[in-house]
């Protein structure tokens, strides 16, 4: 009764089928009884056209997953993956391939040369004289085949720190989202002899004109350190005129280097995960008291 049952719905369900599809359907299912018959050891070995047939199958018959039984449909669409990385590679190895032309011998030698006789010229400087020359070249290319020293032209920020350790201060914004969405920024600036916070405020729209009185107020009369070490911010770099009349020298970090402004961006994450993620934050009021209990 069943395998009667199951004709009769094959039959019906073959009947609608569009004769292309049927046509597919048989084509496929031919396709697997020839890869069955090399079947040997209870294996059977699929050449590279089985791969390519069968991903040229899924794309033309909506109904391809059906009919396969060799192998499942995950394995076909892997196959094609692997042909499109294939078809990419082959399109990269071509004759015409984009990018730069590659840079000769004697040119990398004049850049060595020009460099090694003027250690004062940088990279802007020895291009502009290689276009002089008439070198079609990009500054990045010049600066990639100068000789690099073998010290630092300066001191490294590690040696810095640790030599002006008493007399540094550095600050930075981080942001904290309240009940209602808005975004209130937090200014932090810490010692970095002691990592003691010296000052700390709150607001919806850090300003410039806000962030010189902050620091005014961190450091009244003569009490401002030596150096001040901040990011890229916009309203920092606005101040620096400020900063420089009232004695402090400030030093930038390079950018996307957070690491350079380590201390801040430690206490920011450290007042994130012990204090300020354990509740929500309804306004300045409430956040600018967290943040003193936790001080």
């Given at each position: 009764m069943l395998n009667t049952l199951t004709f009769f719905i094959s039959f019906v369900t073959g009947f609608f089928k569009s004769r292309t599809s049927m046509q597919l359907e048989i084509l496929a299912l031919r396709h697997q009884l020839v890869v069955m018959q090399r079947k040997k050891k209870r294996r059977f070995r699929l050449w590279q056209w089985d791969r390519i047939f069968w991903v040229w199958l899924s794309?033309?018959?909506?109904?391809?997953?059906?009919?396969?039984?060799?192998?499942?449909?995950?394995?076909v669409i892997n196959w094609h993956r692997q042909c499109i990385k294939t078809y990419w590679r082959w399109k990269s190895l071509t004759k015409n391939k984009p990018g730069r032309k590659p840079v000769s011998l004697e040119v990398r030698n004049l850049i060595g040369r020009m460099n090694k006789d003027n250690p004062l010229w940088g990279a802007p400087r020895i291009h502009g004289e290689l276009l002089k020359?008439?070198?079609?070249?990009?500054?990045?290319?010049?600066?990639?085949?100068?000789?690099?020293?073998?010290?630092?032209?300066?001191?490294?920020?590690?040696?810095?720190?640790?030599?002006?350790?008493?007399?540094?201060?550095?600050m930075d914004f981080f942001t904290v989202p309240t009940i209602f969405f808005n975004v209130i920024h937090v200014l932090i600036m810490l010692d970095h002899e002691r990592r003691r916070i010296i000052h700390f405020n709150v607001t919806i729209n850090p300003t410039t004109e806000w962030v010189l009185q902050q620091i005014r107020e961190a450091f009244p009369w003569d009490s401002s350190p030596r150096f001040l070490v901040h990011d890229r911010d916009p309203v920092f770099m606005a101040n620096q005129s400020a900063f420089k009349a009232m004695g402090i020298e400030t030093v930038t970090s390079a950018p996307a280097s957070p690491w350079q402004n380590s201390f801040c961006e430690r206490f920011g994450g450290s007042l994130?995960?012990?204090?300020?993620?354990?509740?929500?934050?309804?306004?300045?009021?409430?956040?600018r008291q967290t943040i003193s209990t936790y001080r």
């Open positions: 794309g033309v018959w909506i109904e391809w997953q059906d009919a396969l039984i060799i192998v499942k449909p995950e394995t020359l008439g070198f079609d070249l990009v500054e990045s290319t010049v600066a990639k085949y100068m000789i690099k020293p073998e010290k630092p032209p300066s001191q490294t920020w590690k040696t810095f720190l640790e030599n002006h350790m008493g007399s540094t201060v550095a994130r995960r012990e204090c300020i993620n354990h509740f929500i934050v309804l306004n300045e009021v409430h956040l």
